[in-house]
């Protein structure tokens, strides 16, 4: 099967290697625009993702059976609509399906009509609203952008003063101001072609930038799978409550969903509540959900473009774990930082059972170099946390990156 991935992050990268993995052949696989380290995987093709008639003459004139988006912004841009009209069939929801995560306003009117358990929440235009919403539920405050802002878009603080300057920051685009929910966080995520909505494995991803959730929120600095400290039937219920009136209630309103239904929840003592969704494969959940795929990734994702999710296999697990670790730049999230040159890649990779997925590199002859923001994914999988901890921390220990930092407890709590 001819598969076109769009994107250029490690989730693309994960995307790629769990495509591999599970059975298809490289040579069948083209990434746009990709990076380094995809393309040291397959052919990575220099097109804009974001540009709808370029990726639809591209893909129709190479014949390509699966188009996969992998973030956000080709969605937005309205490619996974023009490639449908083409006829190509693509994994990744329209751009008005996609508003679920481009908008949370939206995003809290569909779980309203569909009864889906989330926070309650006003909606603010005016800095007197946000005002009142603040004195009405009270300290901690979560003030939210509603629109899309990086990862950027939503403080969480005891600070009355930081809560009303991050919402006059982006009061243009609306802000949401929503109750404090207390306890863990798990990613879930399910396929969706449409109608039917398959759950893949639960992962955490680990939001704040330093140890024991210290400092800015990042776009996710690492993550686990599985959570084996989650309640028995706890995926079902998700399936029951929330994926699945979630998509009925899209399809009721013309705009099946068709892709990646991300979905964000805390479980609170009072039960699960949604804390966001995404339209998309989650960055860094991706490299340890799919890193433990068993079955043919392309077959599941070819299946729910084409609306025959029903007669697909349902997709099975190793029970082996996986962990990743971020690197990112110095300076991230707050500040850019130079281009420099990474050392020691071949080192990292050749920790037993580990993998390493590209995000900000470039090759620069027969140099590596790091762009900025979160520029690798460490993926170590083994027969325990404390054995997938060990080797990913051995390997993330082998690469040399000035300035470049990483969390140190991702799955501690797991481990033994
Ligand atoms: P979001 O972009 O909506 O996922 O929010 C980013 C992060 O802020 C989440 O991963 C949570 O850690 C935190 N957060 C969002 N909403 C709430 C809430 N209502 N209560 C507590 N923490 C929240
Ligand atoms: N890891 C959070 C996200 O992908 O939005």
Not at 239 to 255: M, N, S, Y
Request: charged residues 20%; aromatic residues 6%.
């Amino acid at each position: 099967m001819k598969i076109l991935v769009l994107g250029s992050g490690a989730r693309e990268h994960a995307i790629v290697k769990a495509l591999i993995r599970t059975g298809t052949p490289a040579a069948e696989i083209v990434c746009a625009p990709g990076n380094a380290g995809i393309a040291q995987d397959v052919t990575c093709v220099p097109l804009n993702a974001n540009d709808p008639a370029a990726v639809t003459t591209y893909a129709t004139v190479e014949k390509f059976e699966l188009c996969i988006i992998g973030p956000e912004a080709p969605l937005v841009a309205g490619v996974s609509d023009a490639l449908r009209a083409a006829g190509i069939p693509v994994f990744g929801p329209s751009q008005k399906a996609a508003a679920l995560e481009g908008s949370k306003s939206f995003a809290k009117e569909i779980m309203a009509a569909a009864d889906v358990p989330t926070g309650m929440a006003h909606e603010c235009s005016t800095m007197e609203e946000v005002e009142a919403a603040l004195d009405d539920f009270g300290a901690p405050y979560v003030v939210k952008a509603d629109g899309l802002a990086a990862g950027k878009g939503v403080i969480v603080t005891s600070d009355r003063k930081a809560a009303l300057e991050h919402a006059a920051k982006f009061i243009d685009m609306g802000i949401l101001v929503e109750e404090f929910l207390d306890g863990e966080e798990v990613s879930l995520f399910f396929l969706a072609d449409g109608k039917n909505v398959v759950p893949l494995t639960p992962a955490q991803d680990f939001k704040r930038a330093y140890d024991h959730d210290e400092g800015p929120n990042t776009g996710g600095m690492g993550a686990y799978s599985p959570l084996p400290w989650l309640p028995a039937g706890f995926v079902e219920e998700v399936q029951r409550t929330v994926a699945q009136p979630t998509i009925d209630e899209l399809a009721r309103l013309g705009e099946p969903f068709v892709g990646l239904l991300y979905c964000g929840l805390i479980v609170t003592k009072r039960g699960i509540r949604v804390i966001e969704f995404n339209a998309r494969f989650g960055d860094p959940e991706t490299q340890v959900v799919l890193r433990r795929l068993i079955t043919p990734l392309a077959g599941l994702l070819r299946a729910a473009a084409t609306g025959n999710l029903e007669t697909a296999p349902d997709p099975i697990f190793t029970d082996e774990v996986a962990i990743t670790v971020v690197l990112a730049s110095e300076g991230y999230p707050d500040k850019a930082a130079p281009n420099r040159p990474i050392h020691g890649l071949h080192h990292a990779a050749a920790v037993e059972g580990v993998e390493v997925c590209h995000a900000a590199t470039v090759q620069d002859g027969d140099h590596l170099v790091a762009t900025g923001g979160r520029v690798l994914s460490v993926v170590a999988i083994g027969k325990n946390f404390e054995h997938a901890r060990k080797h990913a921390y051995e390997a993330i220990g082998h690469i040399k990156l000035e300035g470049s930092h990483y969390r140190k407890d991702i799955a501690k709590k797991v481990a033994n």
